[in-house]
T-cell receptor, first 113, second 112 residues
Framework: NAGVTQTPKFQVLKTGQSMTLQCAQD?????MSWYRQDPGMGLRLIHY???????DQGEVPNGYNVSRSTTEDFPLRLLSAAPSQTSVYFC????????????FGNGTRLTVT | GDSVTQMEGPVTLSEEAFLTINCTYT??????LFWYVQYPGEGLQLLLK?????DKGSNKGFEATYRKETTSFHLEKGSVQVSDSAVYFC???????????FGTGTSLTVIP
């Protein structure tokens, strides 16, 4: 009964490096999303997907790429990390999106120096 | 656009005190409203929800009523415990879209 699994839990990058944050869910959820959490800003939506092969931008998509090749996985890619991307990243999923409540992973804390 | 405004914290209460965390929203259409709770080092967990006006969501002694006339969804608990110490987020989603909007979060500390 894993739910939403995020890896890694912590990551330190240098400016300009690239990396992929992994997110997997085992609940057969169609909807998956990525948020970043910053002090005083709450959670802001980066990208989301309503099913395999379908992705869309959220509120703060710049500097991030996503793809959804399977129902289970929704990786978030930072192509060239910047200090402004220092944040805690959460993956969340729901059965069909819309008004369905979100299920969250435990987060990835990313520091870009 | 859609948005949520939540009372700023931090909030510190003694055990068994009454809790209110204010939340107001702006939305087009007919949003569904949620309260999520985040314990240290963890992701957010759904606490309660309400999907239409005048609905009352409740869970673990917490309650919130969807008030369309005042565009509010205030969280209340009659007697808080130390274990309620966490960050609480108000959120909304519209049934016409696929985006959740979160408030900035309110940190609650309950002291014995």
């Amino acid at each position: 009964n894993a739910g939403v699994t995020q890896t890694p839990k912590f990551q330190v990058l240098k400016t300009g490096q690239s990396m992929t944050l992994q997110c997997a869910q085992d609940m057969n959820h169609e909807y998956m999303s990525w948020y970043r959490q910053d002090p005083g800003m709450g959670l802001r939506l980066i990208h989301y997907s309503v099913g395999a092969g379908i992705t869309d931008q959220g509120e703060v998509p710049n500097g991030y790429n996503v793809s959804r090749s399977t129902t289970e996985d929704f990786p978030l890619r930072l192509l060239s990390a910047a200090p402004s991307q220092t944040s805690v990243y959460f993956c969340a999923s729901s059965y069909r999106g819309g008004i369905e409540p979100l299920h969250f992973g435990n987060g990835t804390r990313l520091t870009v120096t | 656009g859609d948005s949520v405004t939540q009372m700023e914290g931090p909030v510190t209460l003694s055990e068994e005190a009454f809790l209110t965390i204010n939340c107001t929203y702006t939305a087009t259409g007919y949003p569904s409203l949620f309260w999520y709770v985040q314990y240290p080092g963890e992701g957010l967990q759904l606490l309660l929800k309400a999907t239409k006006a005048d609905d009352k969501g409740s869970n673990k002694g917490f309650e919130a009523t969807y008030r369309k006339e005042t565009t509010s969804f205030h969280l209340e608990k009659g007697s808080v415990q130390v274990s309620d110490s966490a960050v609480y987020f108000c959120a909304l989603t519209s049934n016409t879209g696929n985006q959740f909007y979160f408030g900035t979060g309110t940190s609650l500390t309950v002291i014995p």
